[in-house]
Each structure stands twice: as structure tokens, then as C-alpha cells.
């Protein structure tokens, strides 16, 4: 007993340092400055990469990109960047945020997931589906600078229509007629979402059963409502037939991409046509199976720096053995190459491809990267799905996504060269959010402390899924 009140003394001092800490950095934030010198510069838009560029980083924003030497603000902290290589802050259009699926939420594992994002070069994330009063509360102190975590986005609850995909009481806004639903709408619409997210989804496929459809008319006027109020909108959709549905009635983007079949020719010239943004998340599928049969994963640095030992070797042994019996995992195995193929197809024709997991926790990032370049995709490509195309996701790709005059500073630092071998994006030198350096040493991560796993309500990592799944 007096061993867990000492750790939440300790845990409790912890979060008011960090927040502290992070009250800090933002009181001067507006006076602070950072030069980048000779380093090679992946902007994040596709470009070739610039060698011997120099960044200058004043407040929050990127004021000066030059191929040149110039001269370098007074007062300015240098960061040598020879043989280095930078990078956008990478971002999670899909995320489903853990600690909020638990009763009582566990606010701890929702921070420490927070974390591990930002500690893996992170920057940005969207939550897609959760406890709307434990999201909001986390975003609220992302933002007011109460704890340091990566940039959080939020959907809150889910829109749907009753017993349709991702409809769990205290999870979810259920309308079932208009305008009868405008009420429960508008209180949905009182935290200040950051995104719609709806699930048009039937199931019967894979090996799930069939369940309710939201009716497309309803959905319609969710859009439109929601629009009005300058929120933009995503949709679970699975297949094609769907996303065509939901894109004629004007949803802004899709959650996921087709992974029942293979796509149209002309569905691709269709979401080029419309530009419509799309999460990758192919990570979630795939990881089903790789728990199950490659579970060595689990030993790579970033896994071991932001999972507790007793939990990387729950998820080795019970897991993976629970994996192995799995249908789903049989079944996403053989069709996230048909996935990859879709995302591949897209992308090479011009369509924006962003990058999701469906996931909560950083190193899930760096895997959706894998999974794109096996799949064809370029490793600028990757790079460019993993920040410019998330921003333009998010409708914010005019201030975020690319390190180019103007934005916001989140940039990630290099100790190789990602386009050589795109695993080199885990060689992370130094993380800045928003024109401040983060200390990567002093984030509530296993590889900064040691507590077992079991002293903690929720894991950290779920391999089998969210609240969608």
C-alpha cells in the first residue's frame, strides 16, 4: 500500500514539473530562436532534398529557409547540422487515444501515449473516436501547456447512426432522423471538435457480421451541419462503393483506405480528380499478424523505449499466442497487400495519400512508413504522406506539414538519411514543436524511469485494435 501512494506522490510531482516545464518553454517561446546550419533538408513537399540548407526558427514559426549561409539572428541557439538530415514533424491523422476506453479513464496512459508520439518525432495527432470529456480534458492541457505531449487534435465522439460501426454507449453521438438530431449535434459540437467522424460501414466482411448502415441522406445533413460550423469530416469507409457514396455527399476526406478489393481505375482518377485526402492506416491490419508470427519487432529501440518490459512480453507470449488463433489476423494478412496496392496506385497518380494508423503510440508511425514504402511508395513519398499530405488532411497544410517560411516550427532532426533507407526516420537527434526544443530525457516513458507495467490500469498498447475494431 505504501509503495503505490509513494509512486502516485511521485507520478503527481512528475506531471506538475512537466507542466511547469511546459509553462515554461511557452512564456518564452515568443523569445526564442534557433539556427540549423548545414544541414540536407527534407521539406516535406516532395522536392529533392536541399544539402547545406540553414533553418531559422523564431517563436513558433520558420522565418528564414536558405540553400546559402546567412547571417544568423543575435541571441540565436546554433544546432550544427552537418551530416544530418531534417525532416517536417511527422503526423497521425488516426489515432484512437488510450486511457479513454477505460473505466474510470486513465489519464496517465493517455499522457504517456501522448509521449511516446512526440518522442518518436510526432508532432501532430488526431484522435478519432473517444471519450469526448477525457479527450477534450487532454487537448485543454496540451494546449494550455500543462503537460508536454505532442500537438492533439480531436474528433471526440463518434456520429452515427444507432447500432451502426463504432456506436458504444458514452462513446458515440447516435442521431436517427433530422432535423430531430440537431440537438444532440450541437452538444457534440460544444467541446470544439477539430474533426467530424462518422462509420458508414455495414460489415459482412472479413469475419464480421452484418450490422446497421447510417442511411446516406442522414449523413448528408451531418456533413452539412457540421461544415456550417467550419468543422471538416471524415467517414469509416472499407470499400469502394462506400467511399464513392460518402464523397458524393461531400465528406472532406476518408478515414481508411479500400481493403475489401482492389480499386477502380476510375476510383482513382476520382479521388485525384476531388483531391480527397485519405488515411493510410495500414498498420492497424497488419499488426494482427506480426504480433502473432514476427513478435521480434517488439525488441526494436523505439518499442523498448516507450513500452514497459512486463508489457513487451505479455504482447510475445499471450498475445501472440491469441493472435495466432485469430481469423481477423488471418484475414488482414492476406489482404493488407491488396491495401497497399490501393494506397500505391493513388498516390503514383497523384491523389493524396496521409498518414494513419489507427493506432496510440509512436513507434506505430514508423511502421506505416514500412508498410508504404514495401508497398511501392518512394521514401520522399512516404515522407511527404507522413506530413505536407496529413496537414492537407487536416485543412491545415497552409500552416503546417513542410518546413518552408511562414510555418509552424515542428521539425525533427536526423542522424541518417531517411531517403536512403526510410527506417533511418527512427534515428532521432532532436524533436522541436512549435519553435521549442523538447526534451525527449524528461517524458514519462520507461526509457526515462522504471515502474513495471503492472502498476499502471491500462497498457500501453493495444496490438489487437480500438474502439472501431
Excluded at 502516485?8 to 510531482?13: D, K, M, P, Q, R
Excluded at 503510440?361 to 511501392?376: F, K, M, N, S, T
Excluded at 506539414?401 to 532532436?430: F, M, R, Y
Amino acid at each position: 500500500m505504501r509503495r503505490r501512494v509513494l509512486l502516485v506522490l511521485l507520478f503527481s510531482a512528475a506531471l506538475l514539473v512537466s507542466g511547469s516545464a511546459a509553462k515554461a518553454q511557452s512564456n518564452s517561446q515568443s523569445n526564442s530562436k534557433i539556427a540549423i546550419e548545414h544541414v540536407t533538408l527534407i521539406d516535406g513537399t516532395g522536392r529533392p532534398a536541399i544539402p547545406d540548407a540553414t533553418v531559422i526558427i523564431e517563436g513558433d514559426r520558420i522565418t528564414r529557409v536558405s540553400r546559402t549561409p546567412i547571417e544568423i539572428p543575435a541571441g540565436a541557439q546554433k544546432i550544427d547540422g552537418r551530416g544530418k538530415y531534417l525532416i517536417p514533424g511527422m503526423m497521425d491523422v488516426h489515432i484512437h487515444l488510450h486511457g479513454g476506453f477505460s473505466q474510470p479513464p486513465d489519464e496517465r496512459a493517455g499522457i504517456r501515449a501522448l509521449q511516446s508520439y512526440i518522442y518518436c518525432g510526432v508532432t501532430t495527432v488526431l484522435d478519432v473516436g473517444n471519450n469526448a470529456d477525457f479527450i477534450f480534458g487532454l487537448r485543454d492541457k496540451e494546449r494550455g501547456g500543462q503537460i508536454v505531449s505532442t500537438r492533439l487534435l480531436a474528433a471526440g465522439g463518434i456520429v452515427t447512426y444507432p447500432g451502426s460501426h463504432g456506436s458504444a454507449p458514452g462513446m458515440s453521438t447516435l442521431i436517427d432522423s433530422w432535423p430531430q438530431g440537431i440537438p444532440a449535434l450541437d452538444k457534440a459540437l460544444s467541446y470544439h471538435p477539430d474533426m467530424l467522424k462518422m462509420t458508414y460501414e455495414e460489415e459482412g466482411w472479413g469475419t464480421r457480421p452484418m450490422i446497421t448502415l447510417l442511411p446516406i441522406p442522414l449523413m448528408q445533413h451531418i456533413i452539412e451541419y457540421y461544415a456550417d460550423h467550419g468543422v471538416r469530416s471524415t467517414v469509416h469507409v472499407s470499400n469502394e462503393i462506400r467511399a464513392r457514396e460518402a464523397i458524393a455527399v461531400g465528406v472532406d476526406t476518408l478515414a481508411h483506405p479500400d481493403i475489401q478489393g482492389p480499386v477502380s481505375d476510375s476510383f482513382v482518377k476520382l479521388m485525384v480528380a476531388k483531391q480527397l485526402p485519405f488515411a493510410s492506416t495500414l498498420t492497424i491490419g497488419e499488426n494482427y499478424s506480426r504480433v502473432a508470427n514476427h513478435s521480434e519487432f517488439l525488441d526494436q529501440p523505439l518499442y523498448q523505449a516507450v513500452l514497459e518490459p512486463d508489457e513487451i512480453q505479455r504482447l510475445k507470449t499471450t498475445e501472440s499466442e491469441k493472435q495466432k488463433k485469430n481469423r481477423w489476423a488471418q484475414w488482414m494478412a492476406i489482404m493488407t497487400p491488396v491495401a497497399q496496392e490501393n494506397i500505391r496506385k493513388i498516390d503514383a497518380a497523384g491523389g493524396i495519400v496521409a498518414l494513419g494508423t489507427d493506432e496510440s503510440i509512436g513507434p506505430a508511425v514508423h511502421r506505416e512508413l514500412e508498410l508504404l514504402v514495401a508497398g511501392g511508395i518512394s521514401p520522399i513519398n512516404a515522407i511527404r504522406i507522413a506530413t505536407l499530405n496529413s496537414a492537407r488532411f487536416l485543412g491545415k497544410d497552409r500552416d503546417m506539414g513542410s518546413v518552408e517560411e511562414g510555418k509552424i516550427a515542428d521539425v525533427v532532426l536526423l542522424k541518417a538519411d531517411p531517403l536512403a533507407d526510410i527506417n533511418n526516420a527512427k534515428q532521432i537527434d532532436t524533436v522541436i514543436k512549435a519553435g521549442q526544443i523538447i526534451d525527449r530525457s524528461k517524458l514519462d516513458l520507461p526509457v526515462n524511469r522504471k515502474t513495471a507495467a503492472s502498476e499502471l490500469k491500462t497498457p500501453l498498447m493495444y496490438p489487437l485494435g480500438n474502439a472501431e475494431e
